[in-house]
């Protein structure tokens, strides 16, 4: 098993940036990449970025490209999504995932709390 647990969600202006963070814990030596979803209110759970755990290779949704960074912290389990230039469609609640050989990327079988991120107009 692994544990995801959000934090940094919140309240911003558009424009303005919010940074999220998701520290794994338990069995993370099975983790092939970490990411974030995000759903919307009346919405469908999308993807918004991961990044592999070993090497650098970073996947993002085009409406978040050159807006949002996922980076990772190994030696802290962690992983990070810099959110810039916010609009208020980037409002839902964001989920942390993991996969492990038991899932994929874009179907991550493990899945955090989420945290809300407001984004006001």
């Known amino acids: 098993q692994v544990q995801l647990v959000e934090s940094g969600g919140g309240l911003v202006q558009a424009g303005g940036s919010l940074r999220l963070s998701c520290a794994a814990s338990?069995?993370?030596?099975?983790?092939?990449?970490m990411g974030w979803f995000r759903q919307a209110p009346g919405r469908a759970r999308e993807f918004v970025a991961s990044i592999n755990w070993i090497g650098p290779s970073t996947y993002y949704a085009d409406s978040v490209k050159d807006r949002f960074t996922i980076s990772r912290d190994t030696a802290k389990n962690t992983v990070y999504l810099q959110m810039n230039s916010l609009k208020p469609e980037d409002t839902a609640v964001y989920f942390c995932?993991?996969?492990?050989?038991?899932?994929?990327?874009?179907?991550?079988?493990?899945w955090g709390q989420g945290t809300q991120v407001t984004v006001s107009s």
């Open positions: 338990g069995r993370t030596f099975r983790t092939l990449s």
């Open positions: 995932t993991a996969n492990t050989p038991s899932g994929t990327r874009f179907a991550p079988d493990y």
